[in-house]
């Protein structure tokens, strides 16, 4: 069964960094694009950066210069670097996959159970 696991969040103060982790496990075949979202109570959950297993990225416009993903193929990984964080960026962050898993026919979307960050003023 495949799993993904986020580490990471925590409390920082505004202009502070992070780093997430999210690390896919289980009878996994292939990965393609890795994401990050993030969502806020009462809102929907918004895509924050992606990455292709080809290590085309892709940021959404409130993060770009300030956040970095990347990826570790060899380990299921994905990473998002967050700097100079404002109060605006406070949300449960989540990881987001779109794997086949061994045996499978077709690509699939799996889910985080999210980590939360929270940048204090």
């Known amino acids: 069964q495949v799993q993904l696991v986020e580490s990471g969040g925590g409390l920082v103060q505004a202009g502070g960094s992070l780093r997430l982790s999210c690390a896919a496990s289980?009878?996994?075949?292939?990965?393609?694009?890795m994401n990050w979202y993030r969502q806020t109570p009462g809102k929907q959950r918004d895509l924050v950066a992606g990455?292709?297993?080809?290590?085309?990225?892709t940021y959404a416009d409130f993060v770009k210069g300030r956040f970095t993903i990347s990826r570790d193929n060899g380990k299921n990984t994905v990473y998002l670097q967050m700097n100079s964080l404002k109060p605006e960026d406070t949300a449960v962050y989540h990881c987001?996959?779109?794997?086949?898993?061994?045996?499978?026919?077709?690509?699939?979307?799996?889910w985080g159970q999210g980590t939360q960050v929270t940048v204090s003023s």
């Open positions: 990455i292709n297993s080809r290590g085309s990225t």
């Open positions: 987001n996959a779109d794997l086949k898993e061994e045996g499978s026919l077709a690509y699939d979307y799996y």
């Open positions: 289980g009878s996994i075949f292939s990965i393609n694009t």
